[in-house]
C-alpha cells in the first residue's frame, strides 16, 4: 500500500530489497512540487530515498523511461534530475552501463569560498559555452577522428591518471585531451576556441576549493567520464560520444552550481549578522545620547 500526502503518493511501505537493480517499488509516485519545479521534487524524492537506504549503494536505478512512467515526468526532467544527484555525488552514470547509486558523502562535494563567488560565475558561463561546443565536438571526433588522434587522446588520458596517483599537474592533460577531440572534428574552428580559452576551461585552475579538496576522489571520478568519452570515439559512436561528454561538462556545472549556491547563503547569512551587529551598536549609541 501507498502512502500519500496532500495527494501526491510518496514511497512504498515496505523499503526496496537491495540488489544490483532498485526495483518497481522504490519509483512509486510523483515527485513533490514545489516551486523549484518537478526535477528538484525528482531529486529531493531520490536522494532522499539514497539516504535512507531503500536504495542502497551499488544498486542501479531503472531506465531513464521507466522512471518517466513511474513519476510520470519527462525525459528531460529525468535527465536534469539524474544530472543533479550525480553532481551531488549520490549517483554515478556509467553511458551505456545504467546510473548506480554511491555511498552518500556528508558536506557535499565541496566548499566554495564566499570570496570566489564572482570567478565561479564566470566559470558557470564558460562551462555552458563548453557544453554547447563540445558535445558537438565529440560527436564530430568520433565520426572523423584518425588513430593517430585516437592515440593521442590515450596519451593525454593515462597521463591525467598517473599524475592523479603521484598527486602532480592534471590540468594540462586534461586540456590536451579536450583540445585533441576538438582537433580531431577536422574543423579547425573548434580547436581555435579551445586554444583561446586556455586551461582556464578548467574550473579547478580558478576555484581553490575544487584543487584543496579531497582531490584523489574527484579526479577519478573526473577520469572516469573522461574514460566513457574516449571509449565511445573510439569504437566511432556519434550518439554516445555526444552523450558522455554532456554528461561530463554537466556533472561539472552542476558540482560547481551547488557549491554556489551554498556559498551564496552562507555569505548572505554572514552580512545579516554583520547588519544586525551593527544596527545593535547603533541603537545603543542612541541610548546613550539620550540618557545624557
Do not use: C, W
Not at 509516485?29 to 523549484?36: E, I, K, L, N
Not at 585531451?177 to 580559452?197: C, E, K, V, W
Not at 558540482?255 to 552580512?271: C, G, M, T, V
Request: proline share 5%.
Amino acid at each position: 500500500m501507498v502512502q500519500t500526502t496532500a495527494g501526491n503518493p510518496l514511497v512504498p511501505d515496505a523499503p526496496a530489497k537491495a540488489g544490483p537493480a532498485a526495483g518497481p517499488a522504490a519509483f512509486v509516485g510523483r515527485p513533490r512540487q514545489r516551486a523549484r519545479g518537478l526535477a528538484h521534487g525528482l531529486v529531493e524524492d531520490l536522494g532522499d530515498k539514497i539516504r535512507s537506504q531503500s536504495l542502497r549503494p551499488g544498486d542501479k536505478l531503472p531506465t531513464e523511461s521507466a522512471i518517466m512512467q513511474a513519476y510520470g515526468v519527462s525525459r528531460t526532467v529525468v535527465r536534469e534530475a539524474l544530472s543533479k544527484l550525480q553532481a551531488g555525488g549520490l549517483v554515478e552514470t556509467l553511458h551505456g552501463v545504467g546510473t548506480f547509486v554511491l555511498q552518500p558523502r556528508p558536506g557535499g562535494v565541496f566548499r566554495l569560498d564566499p570570496g570566489e563567488i564572482a570567478a565561479s560565475v564566470d566559470v558557470l558561463a564558460v562551462l555552458e559555452l563548453r557544453i554547447s561546443l563540445e558535445t558537438e565536438s565529440a560527436g564530430l571526433a568520433a565520426s572523423r577522428r584518425t588513430e593517430e588522434q585516437l592515440v593521442a587522446m590515450r596519451q593525454a588520458l593515462d597521463d591525467f591518471e598517473h599524475n592523479v596517483t603521484i598527486a602532480g599537474d592534471t590540468v594540462a592533460p586534461d586540456f590536451r585531451f579536450h583540445l585533441q577531440i576538438a582537433q580531431s572534428t577536422g574543423n579547425p574552428y573548434f580547436a581555435d576556441i579551445m586554444r583561446h580559452l586556455g586551461t582556464t576551461i578548467i574550473p579547478r585552475t580558478r576555484i581553490s576549493a575544487i584543487r584543496i579538496q579531497d582531490g584523489g576522489a574527484y579526479l577519478s571520478r573526473v577520469n572516469r567520464e573522461h574514460e566513457e568519452i574516449y571509449a565511445a570515439i573510439a569504437r566511432r559512436d556519434p550518439e554516445s560520444a555526444r552523450a558522455a561528454m554532456r554528461i561530463h561538462l554537466t556533472n561539472s556545472r552542476e558540482r560547481l552550481r551547488i557549491a554556489q549556491e551554498a556559498a551564496q547563503q552562507q555569505k548572505a547569512k554572514a552580512d545579516g549578522g554583520a547588519g544586525a551587529g551593527a544596527a545593535g551598536k547603533g541603537g545603543g549609541a542612541g541610548a546613550a545620547s539620550s540618557d545624557n
